[in-house]
């Protein structure tokens, strides 16, 4: 079965533990990758690692000691547009359920931020090295000082949220985007990232390859 001869080339595979769901999934990506296939797998548990290897592929290690790194603000060859629902998702799986308050304050809060960087809705913009988590959150903080309770609750739910991300154990997301997909195998480890941050991870490296993507007239295996 060529998957990219189907209205819909996605797969999903389910089993019990020790069932085969893995050794299923490396057996397509060797023969997709040998019929020209580009192949990037985003794993939880190192265990693709060997994979790559032997086809003479990439891992790329995300961990709060690594080199590697997505900016979370980084354009990403998106429109200014595409780029501000997008950071409303993340922050959505970064902070859990947000109110209309918090939606409002980040919506505000990201037009000031890219602003004060120099980027607006003008394309020309783009181009400019755009802010970080850090800057965000000195934009949102000074509203924790409000005294109107509709502003205050909300700012402050925020901040405490972001915190982890810009001084905290996940501190590691508060840089510039250091990453390259330079090779047609590349596996992304991300073992070594705790938990609560695993999620907002995965966000990040899917929109990565996405645009990616986009821009490619290949075929595209994400895993």
């Not at 794993?43 to 994979?51: I, W």
């Not at 961990?63 to 993340?90: C, H, R, W």
């Not at 802010?131 to 739910?157: N, Q």
Request: proline share 6%; glycine share 6%.
């Amino acid at each position: 079965i060529d998957p990219f001869e189907l209205s819909n080339p996605n797969i999903v595979v389910l089993g019990t533990s020790g069932g085969g769901k893995s050794y299923c999934i490396k057996l397509l990506l060797m023969r997709e990758f040998m019929e020209g296939v580009d192949i990037n797998i985003i794993d939880p548990q190192a265990e693709y690692t060997d994979l790559v290897k032997t086809f003479e592929g990439k891992t790329i290690r995300i961990a709060p000691d690594s080199d590697n790194v997505i900016n979370p603000m980084d354009f990403l060859g998106q429109t200014y547009d595409e780029k501000k629902l997008s950071l409303l998702s993340f922050f959505k799986v970064l902070m859990g359920e947000m109110d209309e308050g918090m939606r409002a304050i980040l919506d505000d809060c990201i037009d000031s931020t890219y602003e004060d960087a120099g980027i607006t809705h003008d394309p020309k913009t783009w181009i400019k090295e755009p802010p970080i988590l850090e800057d965000l959150y000195d934009h949102v903080l000074p509203l924790t000082r409000s005294d109107k309770d509709i502003i205050y609750r909300p700012a402050m739910a925020i901040v405490t949220r972001l915190k982890p991300f810009v001084t905290g154990g996940l501190r590691f997301l508060n840089q510039h985007t250091k990453l390259e997909l330079d090779n047609r195998m590349i596996s992304f480890d991300i073992r070594d990232i705790p938990d609560v941050g695993k999620g907002p991870i995965m966000f990040l490296l899917l929109e990565y390859i996405y645009n990616h993507m986009k821009k490619s007239r290949k075929n595209w295996w994400i895993s």
